[in-house]
Every structure is written in structure tokens, then in C-alpha cells.
Nanobody, 121 residues
């Protein structure tokens, strides 16, 4: 089992920044890769960014150039630095423990409780 705990959400004005953290514990052998997802009201959950154990990163088009995902393996922590935030970034952000296969991120059934990000215009 893997436990994931997100933190760092909040309310920010458009153009501002937030840094989210995802702390993993338990069977961290299942945290080969970590993905950050978000879900806005009435919308499906979408993958925003992911990072492999070796630091290979992938971003959704909506996040490219604005978000940076990083990991500290010694601390079992993955961070998502979000810059130039827009109102459409408003969502609950979740981290997920998964894996990469053929360059694509696949989720496992390990989710955090989520952290709310609200961007005001």
C-alpha cells in the first residue's frame, strides 16, 4: 500500500504562483512514477504532469511552460510548481502513484485526498 498526502493548495490571483507537494509513504516501491491530476467541477479528471523515478517529465499542453514537476527521492516527495496561474486552473489537484510504459504514464489505484486550487480573475 502507498499513502499519498497533498498539500500547498489555496487561493491565488491570476498570474500568481503556487507550489503543491505530494508526500508518499508506505510501499514506495510502487511510486516508480508520480502523476499530478486535476478535476474541475463538472469535468473529468485530467493528467497535468508526471515524473518518473529517473526524473523524466511529461506535461499536458495546458501546463507546458507554466508548471514544473520535480521530485526528491530521498524525501519521497514530488512537487508541482505552478506559475502564471489562470482561472481555468481552478480545480482539486490530486497526486497518483503510477508507472511509465513505452513513454506513457499509467496510473495505479493510489490517490491522495486532493488539495483545492482556486485562481481568481
Amino acid at each position: 500500500q502507498v499513502q499519498l498526502v497533498e498539500s500547498g493548495g489555496g487561493l491565488v490571483q491570476a498570474g500568481g504562483s503556487l507550489r503543491l507537494s505530494c508526500a508518499a509513504s508506505g510501499s514506495t516501491g510502487d511510486t516508480d512514477a508520480i502523476g499530478w491530476y486535476r478535476q474541475a467541477p463538472g469535468k473529468q479528471r485530467e493528467l497535468v504532469a508526471s515524473i518518473s523515478s529517473r526524473g523524466i517529465t511529461k506535461y499536458a499542453d495546458s501546463a507546458k511552460g507554466r508548471f514544473i514537476i520535480s521530485r526528491d527521492n530521498a524525501k519521497n516527495t514530488v512537487r508541482l510548481q505552478m506559475n502564471s496561474l489562470k482561472p481555468e486552473d481552478t480545480a482539486v489537484y490530486y497526486c497518483n502513484a503510477g508507472f511509465y510504459l513505452s513513454g506513457r504514464y499509467y496510473q495505479r489505484a493510489y490517490w491522495g485526498q486532493g488539495t483545492q486550487v482556486t485562481v481568481s480573475s
